[in-house]
């Protein structure tokens, strides 16, 4: 009978996203975790995991650290230089393990009309297609934008200032899309590493039904508005506490390339989730098929969601710098 993969190694497994990967790892108490860290790291890996210290431009040594893997889990902060991530694919493929999942969360990457027009799904593509073209299989977690980075990082991101009480629809602010909470997708890798390698008889779930195609997972389906609705059931705010504005989603794309080329790298950011909310829906892809009961997420409460969003405003904290121990803290 196929057992779950049982050697996983994680790159990144201290960060805001990838804390909560490696804790329900841990939690599913189904397999041996590695964590791979820089040798300068001052990060405090989770308990529960074997440290591997090591020099991402070392390959021998990238690929010593990685032989006897069956599984590779990616996250690497977005300023991080894409040799990195090509250096560690290449010894992960020489070291022969047999899966990877690349630092590549987001949308449907099979979408050609929004790869064409969204840079960071473009460079999704390439990070995919590179494992591919070097011989290695792929598991990607498609969950949408992160909910809570999203919707705290500023205007530039889903349009909202929470502590300043602004929001900045984009069109009309009622474009719906997928959009997904650090912890279920931390719960949707675990629950999907949790299944047997291979189906048994063709029967069940099982990690190779996900190989080389997208893993659907989704918390919400919402557009700004619904946002601003449960911010204000749970702020007991109404529209006329905010600072509403609207602004064109096309514009707002043309103006964030503008804002990127003259050196504002909130340019981007603006560009590329401006784009998302296309009323053409680029930002829907639960019409396609979600893993969520097949892998057994709970479903979630926006509520409760926003409730910890804003318990993390409140801090004071931000977003781009608080660690991922801390924020799953709050």
């Known amino acids: 009978m196929s057992q779950p993969l049982q050697k996983i190694a994680i790159v990144g497994a201290s960060g805001r996203f990838g804390t909560n990967i490696t804790e329900d790892l841990i939690k599913s108490g189904k397999h041996t975790i590695t964590a791979l860290t820089r ?3 001052t990060s405090k890996e989770p308990e529960g995991v074997n440290v ?7 390959h021998a040594g990238l690929v010593s650290a990685l032989r006897g893997q069956q599984m590779l889990i990616i996250t ?25 999942m690349p630092n590549a969360y987001g949308f449907d990457y099979t979408n050609k009309t929004l790869i064409e027009g969204e840079m960071y799904s473009k460079g999704v593509v390439k990070l995919i297609n590179e494992i591919r073209e070097l011989g290695g299989s792929h598991l990607v977690l498609c969950c949408g934008f ?9 205007l530039e ?8 009480r602004k929001v900045v ?18 719960k949707a890798i675990a629950a999907l590493l949790a299944l047997p390698e291979k189906a048994e008889n063709g029967q069940g779930p099982a990690v190779e039904q996900w190989v080389n195609k997208p893993l659907f997972v989704s918390s919400f389906h919402v557009s700004q508005r619904d946002m601003l609705d449960s911010l204000n059931r749970v702020l007991g705010t109404t ?12 514009k707002r794309v043309a103006d964030g390339f503008k804002e990127m080329q003259g050196g504002d790298m909130k340019g981007f950011a603006k560009s590329m989730y401006s784009r998302i909310f296309y009323p053409d829906g680029s930002g829907e892809y639960e019409s396609k098929g979600l893993a969520n009961e097949t892998l057994g997420l709970p479903k979630e409460d926006i509520d409760e969601a926003m409730k910890r969003v804003i318990k993390f405003v409140d801090t004071g904290k931000n977003v781009f710098t608080i660690s ?5 803290k709050i």
């Open 39 to 41: 040798l300068d790291s």
């Open 52 to 58: 591997v210290r090591v020099d991402y431009a070392d």
């Open 76 to 100: 690497l902060s977005g300023m991080t230089p894409p040799e990195v991530h090509s250096g560690i694919v290449k010894a992960a493929i020489e070291a022969g393990v047999p899966y990877i």
């Open 146 to 154: 992160w909910f809570e980075w999203s919707i705290t990082a500023g």
């Open 157 to 164: 991101w889903y349009g909202f200032d929470i502590k300043n």
């Open 169 to 186: 629809f984009f069109d009309d602010g009622k474009t719906k899309i997928n959009t997904t909470t650090w912890k279920t997708c931390g």
């Open 239 to 250: 529209d006329k506490d905010w600072d509403i504005s609207y602004e064109p989603t096309e």
């Open 324 to 328: 991922g121990a801390d924020m799953n």
